[in-house]
């Protein structure tokens, strides 16, 4: 767990659900922090610092090309 970073911050638990897939896709091990307290209490998300995405050092650079690319991917965007 010491070698987990903070790759992204997400508000609701929805905006999870499709960077989960994409992660377990690629067979990259990842962490939710706080996602059950946010999912029982969405309006406590911001005291909570949010959802926090955190990925070993090791697969840090190929998650960054995965949310890039997901960001830029119109047909996947999370409005």
Do not use: C, W
Request: hydrophobic share 45%; glycine share 4%.
């Amino acid at each position: 767990m010491k070698e987990f970073i903070t790759v992204a911050i997400f508000n609701y638990q929805h905006e999870t659900f499709i960077i989960k897939n994409l992660l377990e896709q690629e067979g990259i091990k990842f962490i939710f922090e706080n996602e059950t307290l946010v999912s029982i209490d969405p309006f406590a998300s911001i005291a909570y610092g949010g959802i926090k995405l955190k990925v070993h050092s090791n697969d840090l650079e190929r998650v960054k090309q995965i949310l890039d690319s997901f960001k830029n991917d119109n047909h996947l965007k999370i409005v």
